[in-house]
């Protein structure tokens, strides 16, 4: 059992402490904003990630894990100190490290004696080195020692529990042996393989392994783009692809485009710690400059589809970037809805869970239904943003009846283009072609 305080309870922070209790270890998470560890002591857990609040509550009740909003407190009473504060995109396009400095202040203040401090946020490479300088200031007791370690976070939002329960790997760096092992230690539990390398190539690995995922994103949306203009179809053309084991299947969905509180900060990240290094990443800007297009495609097919969108009613369905979540950080939607609304349509939007993350972010007019039926009665068109299970299963022939026109923008190619067309749709996708291949797909050999 170690004794161990995260700082910064946000996605990363509730979600890690939360499993790391749950393998029996004690741990306080605690957070500068008082609002958030008020309402987690009293069991309200401030984003929505499925699972998440039973594990909490278990532990709770358990009393492995405790909140409060006195941060020196927490770090005093612990041996471990993880961070895992945000580390937003700056005007200028890199990581803002405010909040990670802020944070190793704290620790060195109240660095009561020998510690491991272990980064999880997403950081440039050097910044564990910058941990040990400002700790090493702030210490209250010079001989006090302490260690710095970098032990990245690769969860996703929507399976974040299973993903920090099942992780693949734990990338763990360090110049400290006796640090790497402590935490290669504490991740015995989760059963997962351990990677142990040094600080800066651990700090790498984060952002290089994201960057390479939007680089499949954006490379598979370019392929959907050719496929519409010659006639092939992206989901078949990516499943062919993936059977490849060099490439893989996953992160080959063509759609809108990525979003979310990671890839499009941290590749405009990385050109930027690029930039600084002397070296023009000309292939990870080409994936953003691939990305913030693949955005407007939306209005271009609405636009084909039915005219002039001034003074039509359109349906949007999905707000948050992906599903089974309430984050709307850089969720394709702030940009497409705001160019609907511009251009002079009316808009009813439809998401099971951003709702109300959403509402101050997006425009006043757009009105907002409790079910996909509301958002699509006397509507002249349906955008698909976020490929929630409740929005790729809607009735398609309640939905014939209550709209006024049949056009739908599938912008995640959720939904079967053979079954919408049956029902009387007129189906514009990214990539797909219109109607499947009967017999098309994976057969074995002696088919
Ligand atoms: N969200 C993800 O899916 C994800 C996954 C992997 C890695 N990451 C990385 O993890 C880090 C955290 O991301 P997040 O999404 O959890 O951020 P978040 O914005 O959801 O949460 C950060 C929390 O830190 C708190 N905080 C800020 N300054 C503080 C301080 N001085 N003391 C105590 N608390 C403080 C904030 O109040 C906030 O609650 C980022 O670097 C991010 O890139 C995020
Ligand atoms: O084939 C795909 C896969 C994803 N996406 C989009 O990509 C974005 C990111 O999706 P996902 O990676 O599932 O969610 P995140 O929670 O942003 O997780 C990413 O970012 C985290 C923060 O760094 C990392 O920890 C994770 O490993 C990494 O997958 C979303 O908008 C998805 O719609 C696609 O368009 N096509």
Request: glycine letters at 8%.
């Amino acid at each position: 059992m170690q004794k161990i305080a995260v700082i910064g309870t946000g996605y990363v922070g509730l979600v890690s402490g939360t499993c790391f209790a749950e393998i029996g270890n004690r741990i306080i998470c605690c957070d500068i904003d008082e609002t958030k560890i008020a309402s987690l002591r009293r069991g309200i857990v401030p984003i929505y990630e499925p699972g998440l609040k039973e594990l909490i509550d278990k532990n709770t009740a358990a009393g492995r894990l405790l909140f409060t909003s006195d941060v020196g407190a927490a770090i005093e009473a612990s041996d471990i100190v993880y961070i895992a504060v945000g580390t937003p995109m700056s005007e200028t396009g890199e990581a803002d490290m405010k909040y990670v400095k802020d944070v190793a202040r704290k620790i060195g203040e109240h660095l009561n004696g020998y510690k491991i401090i272990v980064n999880k946020s997403t950081v440039p490479v050097g910044t564990g080195e910058l941990v040990r300088q400002i700790v090493s200031n702030h210490r209250k007791y010079p001989s006090v020692h302490f260690d710095v370690v970098s032990n990245p976070e690769f969860l996703r939002e929507g399976s974040a529990i299973s993903d920090c329960m099942n992780m693949d790997r734990a990338v763990i760096g360090s110049s400290s042996d006796k640090a790497s092992k402590a935490i290669a230690d504490l991740h015995a539990p989760f059963g997962t393989r351990i990677y142990l390398t040094d600080l800066e190539s651990a700090e790498m690995i984060k952002y290089a392994a994201n960057a390479f995922l939007a680089t499949k994103i954006s490379f598979i949306n370019a392929i959907a783009n050719i496929c519409e203009r010659v006639g092939a179809d992206v989901v078949q053309v990516s499943e062919g692809m993936g059977l490849d084991s060099r490439i893989g299947g996953k992160f080959l969905q063509a759609g809108i485009g990525y979003g979310g509180s990671c890839f499009p900060k941290d590749t405009f990240a990385l050109a930027h710690i690029a930039d600084q290094s002397g070296y023009d990443f000309e292939l990870l800007k080409a994936v953003i400059r691939t990305n913030d297009k693949q955005r407007l495609i939306v209005t271009d097919k609405l636009k084909q589809a039915i005219g002039t969108i001034e003074g039509k009613r359109i349906a949007v369905l999905g707000l948050a970037f992906k599903p089974h979540t309430d984050d709307m950080r850089y969720a394709p939607s702030l940009t497409i809805v705001p160019e609907i609304v511009q251009l002079g349509a009316s808009v009813s939007a439809f998401d099971p869970i951003a709702t109300e993350t959403a509402k101050p972010l997006l425009p006043e007019s757009v009105r907002y239904c409790g079910t996909v039926e509301e958002a699509l009665e006397g509507c002249d068109a349906c955008v698909i943003l976020t490929e929630w299970p409740e929005i790729v299963g809607m009735d398609l022939t309640r939905a014939k009846r209550l709209m006024n026109a049949t056009v739908l923008i599938d912008g995640r190619n959720c939904i079967s283009p053979l079954s919408v067309q049956q029902h009387g749709f007129t189906y514009h996708s990214v990539g797909r072609r219109p109607v499947n291949v009967v017999g098309s797909g994976l057969h074995t050999a002696n088919f």
